[in-house]
């Protein structure tokens, strides 16, 4: 069965970071494309970053230069590492396979 459990979120300032991580179960991370899409109060969900089989990776223009995904194949996790964070980046955060995703972790930036 395939699992998929983000945490990392949190409150922080605007221009502050944080590392989300999504633990994945029940596959193999290195051998799927995963993606992290989010969820903003009264809005539909927005795609963030992909990341590759081949570890290439592409991102929203919202977040480009100041989000990076990545991936530790020995702990099947993804990351994702935002920084530079605005208040336009609260949302509810979630990694996904294939239609699947896990239950999302809260990220608020606000002061």
């Known amino acids: 069965e395939v699992q998929l459990v983000e945490s990392g979120g949190g409150l922080v300032q605007p221009g502050g970071s944080l590392r989300l991580s999504c633990a994945a179960s029940?596959?193999?991370?290195?051998?799927?494309?995963m993606t992290w899409v989010r969820q903003a109060p009264g809005k539909g969900l927005e795609w963030v970053s992909t990341?590759?089989?081949?570890?290439?990776?592409s991102y929203a223009d919202s977040v480009k230069g100041r989000f990076t995904v990545a991936r530790d194949n020995a702990k099947n996790t993804l990351y994702l590492q935002m920084n530079s964070l605005k208040p336009d980046d609260t949302a509810v955060y979630y990694c996904?396979?294939?239609?699947?995703r896990g239950q999302g972790t809260q990220v608020t930036v606000s002061s």
């Open positions: 990341i590759n089989i081949g570890g290439s990776t």
């Open positions: 996904a396979k294939a239609g699947t």
């Open positions: 029940g596959f193999i991370l290195r051998f799927s494309a």
